[in-house]
């Protein structure tokens, strides 16, 4: 059920005051930025973001032409508009590009409050907030992948309490049982490749309480485990032998083994107990196997994440929206909405537990999963058809949101999707004790 027109109004102003936020700072060459095959150009972005409404509500549900006609359909359609191209079109100037997304903003909210709208237009407009919340998350890692300066972002958390408060190390251990997997019939908002729940049989296994942290990931750097074969899968060395991967990406090596990272424009001493991120899908493969373990599969990971024990030690066929319950994160359970401007210790935000008292299972950093991105059964797509199912079969599965993340569009269930090279995504892993390793 989406939300109502006054909330979606409120959360597209909101969203808006974020993509200015992250790019009001730059000048004309930054907003373009270099070409690459990991990034967008910042300024196409914007133009993209104020189309996806355009199209998908406005002409869709309300009969509306668009701000600047026909030729939005040749500079901002993703799925017609190739990648390799957004730096080289004719698009609309800095300022041309902020009037054309208010000016589509202010068409849409008029919409929504003059119209009888139907739930479908109501659906769209709130898919459409989420999606420019999935663009400004990439704007960060954009402003990351560059080295742009720290962004302003408003209402920022003191961030002294939830750093040097170290590790939060062991394992939990999920009784097995049945569980319904995916958003429940009653979930306020769901995408279409969550909305399908299905009952899986779950065996039990031990899943650790919190994500890999940078000293545990340097560990495996100085017992050479990006130099022996013997962790890496065929596909992985293929990875690492193309591109000479030797450490995590932004990390910086020193003298005596100590490193530093990259942060924005700031090198900083290795937080030793905050998540390692910036690591592929081939990289937590390879770690995982180098320490007696596995990634977890994504039914594993929800488990962890959403299930909770039935009185008598079984898992209980209750689920849960988030790791804490059903009510939404605030701060002080989750590191989302970019207001800590990075990640923290792996020990924070112990109000957020899960069931089986696993950490940070939302917010923080992205969690790889073992699986291969595909539907669930039954799968039908919303209208923006090319959403999901375009990707299947290519991508692997990431769960649980990071630091950059929006927590109105974060819940257990959420499902996101990369290549397994990619490692410009702000993107960790935990890992599950395989079965030699379970005693």
């Known amino acids: 059920m989406p939300a ?18 992250l790019a009001m700072d730059l000048d004309a060459e930054q907003l373009m930025g270099p070409k690459l095959p990991t990034i967008n150009p910042i300024q ?18 309300f009969d509306h032409s668009g701000v600047i006609g026909e030729k939005s359909d040749a500079l901002y359609d993703s799925i017609n508009v190739p990648h390799a191209v957004r730096w080289d079109l004719p698009l609309l100037d800095r300022d041309e590009t902020l ?9 849409l909210i008029s919409a929504l409050q003059n119209s009888d709208v139907p739930a479908d237009a109501l659906f769209m407009a709130q898919f459409g907030v989420f999606h420019e919340d999935m663009h400004t998350e990439a704007f960060l890692w954009a402003r990351q992948t560059l080295g742009y300066p720290t962004p302003k972002i408003a209402n920022l958390i003191d961030r002294s309490a939830l750093t040097n408060v170290g590790n939060h190390p062991g394992y939990a251990s999920v009784p097995g049982g049945r569980f319904t997997i995916g958003a429940l019939a009653d979930s306020p908002f769901a995408f279409d490749n969550e909305r399908q729940s299905h009952d899986v049989e779950i065996a039990p296994f031990k899943i650790a309480k919190a994500p890999v942290t940078n000293v545990e990931f340097a560990s495996f750097i100085a017992d ?7 962790h890496w899968s065929v596909d992985g060395l293929k990875w690492r032998n ?22 924005f424009d700031q090198i900083l001493p290795l937080p030793a107990h905050e998540p ?34 039935a009185s008598d030690g079984t ?17 002080t359970k989750a590191n989302l909405d970019g207001y800590a401007l990075g990640p923290v210790d792996v020990a924070a935000f112990p109000e957020g537990d899960s069931g089986f008292d696993c950490r940070q299972m939302l917010g923080n950093v992205w969690e790889w999963c073992a699986d291969t ?27 649980g949101g990071a630091w950059t993340t929006r927590s109105r569009m974060m819940h257990g269930t959420y499902r996101n999707y990369f290549e397994p090279h990619r490692r410009d995504i702000f993107a960790g892993f935990r890992l599950v004790l395989s079965e030699r390793n379970t005693a």
């Not at 109502?4 to 936020?21: F, G, K, P, W, Y």
């Not at 009037?99 to 068409?107: G, I, L, R, S, V």
């Open 4 to 21: 109502s027109a006054t909330e979606i109004i409120n959360m597209m102003q909101d969203a808006r005051a974020r993509t200015l936020e």
């Open 44 to 61: 196409w972005e914007i133009g993209h973001v104020a189309y996806f409404y355009e199209y998908f509500v406005l002409r869709a549900f």
């Open 99 to 107: 009037k054309y997304m208010t000016e589509t903003h202010e068409a």
């Open 224 to 230: 050479n485990g990006y130099s022996d074969d013997q």
């Open 242 to 263: 193309e591109t000479g991967g030797e450490h995590p990406k932004f990390w910086i090596p020193g003298d005596n083994s100590n490193w530093s990272i990259r942060r």
């Open 276 to 309: 390692v991120i910036h690591v592929c899908w081939y990289e937590a493969e390879a770690y995982a196997k180098w320490a007696g373990g596995r990634l977890p599969t994504e039914c594993e990971w929800e488990v962890a994440a959403l299930g909770e024990r």
């Open 315 to 331: 898992l209980a066929r209750t689920k849960r929206r988030y790791p804490w319950g059903n009510d939404p994160a605030g701060h």
């Open 373 to 399: 991105f595909a539907p669930y059964p039954g799968f039908k797509p919303d209208a923006y058809e090319d959403y999901s199912q375009f990707l299947f079969g290519s991508t692997k599965v990431l769960r």
